[in-house]
Nanobody, 117 residues
Framework: EVQLVESGGGLAQPGGSLSLSCAAS????????MSWVRQAPGKGHEWVGG???????VYGDSVRGRFTISRDNAKNALYLQMTKLRPDDTAVYYC???????????RGQGTQVTVSS
């Protein structure tokens, strides 16, 4: 069974940093296309970025240069390092077993990130 569990969300001040983790089971992260997706209050899903099975990483325009995606194949985990956080980064963040946002792709329960002073 494919399972994804995000952790690490919380409250950060503008300009601050947070790190998210996604623990995967039932498949290999290193052999899969994986993405981070977020959904802000009252808005649709936004693709934050993704990493493919070759290790190629692509970021969405709104986070490029501020967020970093990585993975640890030995731990079967995906990570999102977020820096220079802005209030408009406030959202529920999900890791998904997909490239881009796919409505029916496996994803975790999400973790809340709130950026506020």
């Amino acid at each position: 069974e494919v399972q994804l569990v995000e952790s690490g969300g919380g409250l950060a001040q503008p300009g601050g940093s947070l790190s998210l983790s996604c623990a995967a089971s039932g498949f290999s992260v290193g052999d899969s296309e994986m993405s981070w997706v977020r959904q802000a209050p009252g808005k649709g899903h936004e693709w934050v970025g993704g990493i493919d099975n070759a290790g190629v990483i692509v970021y969405g325009d709104s986070v490029r240069g501020r967020f970093t995606i990585s993975r640890d194949n030995a731990k079967n985990a995906l990570y999102l390092q977020m820096t220079k956080l802005r209030p408009d980064d406030t959202a529920v963040y999900y890791c998904t077993k997909s490239w881009g946002f796919r409505l029916h792709a496996p994803r975790g329960q999400g973790t809340q990130v709130t950026v506020s002073s």
